[in-house]
């Protein structure tokens, strides 16, 4: 079992940077490829980046990359979604999620992660 919280939620103006951080108990983490998504009211969950168990592979959507990074600490677990030039259209609640034990690899499919946190707001206003 894993326990993800999100934080560094909040509200910023366009064109501002933001880093979200998410911290997971127990033991699968430092083990298993994390990833972040996000979500507007009304829409599916939409994969932002994943990052693989050992922190060597990262993968992004179109609509994030270059603007968007992820990180981790396995030795803190911790996580971490640097966003920079942020626009109006990043307003999400933003969750980040792992994948099952030695499940090392990203994968862009919700489906893939096991573990979810309760999620942060980002509002971006123009």
């Known amino acids: 079992q894993a326990q993800l919280v999100e934080s560094g939620g909040g509200m910023v103006q366009a064109g501002d940077s933001r880093a979200l951080s998410c911290a997971a108990s127990?033991?699968?983490?430092?083990?298993?490829?994390m990833a972040w998504f996000r979500q507007a009211p009304g829409k599916e969950r939409e994969f932002v980046g994943c990052?693989?168990?050992?922190?060597?592979?990262?993968e992004y959507a179109d609509s994030v990359k270059d603007r968007f990074t992820i990180a981790r600490n396995n030795d803190a677990k911790m996580a971490h979604l640097q966003m920079v030039s942020l626009k109006p259209e990043d307003t999400d609640v933003y969750y980040c999620?792992?994948?099952?034990?030695?499940?090392?690899?990203?994968?862009?499919?919700?489906?893939?992660?096991?573990?979810w946190g309760q999620g942060t707001q980002v509002t971006v206003s123009s």
């Open positions: 999620a792992t994948r099952s034990t030695w499940q090392l690899l990203c994968s862009v499919h919700e489906d893939d992660y096991a573990y």
């Open positions: 990052i693989s168990g050992t922190g060597s592979l990262t």
């Open positions: 127990g033991p699968t983490f430092i083990t298993s490829a």
